[in-house]
């Protein structure tokens, strides 16, 4: 899905570790999603979604970066810097995602104006800050999201983050270590832009 932040986790990690795949998009209330529903190719019902030259399909963008970065440089080989990653990679399922992402979709998907409310805006605004301060405060001082060098965990967080203003309406003034954390991972070799 072109506009959305999970599939360009996988679209971002395919680009820095240079994989071949072809790219099916499927935007957000088209038919082209409702007939890959109706196909049975997303087995949760979502995107992304991953199709093996098999034909297995793999949901869920955290499990798609995992699989697809098997053996690279971005899983840790310490087993506890591997447990830091994934646990970020949690907390951005159950925490970050159902704030900062849910806030952009509501402002900026026209399919989900009947669920705004000014309430529901304020609300995860407020908490947005309060998770995007935490995150501020882990990076303060620090390259990366886990000690030992760049992980998944990074692609899984920045996919969000580095619009949560332009689309989320969030103020990142207010965390100067997140822009430059942001700054970072755009100038990786292989980098690709959310609409490239
Ligand atoms: N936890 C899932 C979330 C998937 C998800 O919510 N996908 C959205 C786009 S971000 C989607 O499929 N939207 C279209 C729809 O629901 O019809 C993941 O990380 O892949």
């Not at 992402?101 to 509501?106: C, D, F, K, Q």
């Not at 605004?125 to 405060?137: A, K, P, S, T, Y």
């Not at 692609?155 to 997140?178: K, N």
């Amino acid at each position: 899905m072109p506009s959305s932040g999970n599939s360009y986790k996988v679209r971002l990690l395919l680009s820095l570790l240079d994989l071949p795949c072809e790219i099916v998009d499927c935007e957000d209330a088209t038919l082209e999603i409702a007939q890959a529903r109706a196909d049975g190719r997303l087995p949760f019902g979502k995107v992304p979604v991953l199709e093996l030259d098999s034909g297995r399909l793999l949901p869920e963008s955290n499990a798609i970066l995992l699989y697809l970065a098997q053996g690279s440089h971005l899983i840790p080989a310490d087993p506890f810097h591997q447990a830091q990653m994934t646990a970020w990679m949690f907390w951005e399922q159950n925490q970050h995602e159902g704030v900062i992402a849910v806030r952009a979709a509501l402002r900026n998907y026209p399919s989900r104006a009947h669920l705004v409310t000014p309430e529901r805006l304020a609300d995860l605004l407020d908490r947005g800050h309060q998770i995007l301060g935490m995150m501020e405060q882990h990076l303060s001082g620090r390259d990366w999201l886990v000690d030992g060098g760049m992980s998944l965990a990074d692609i899984c967080l920045y996919a969000y983050t580095h619009t949560a203003e332009e689309r989320g309406g969030y103020d990142m003034a207010r965390f100067p270590a997140i822009r430059r954390w942001c700054a970072r991972i755009a100038a990786l070799p292989g980098y690709q832009e959310l609409f490239a």
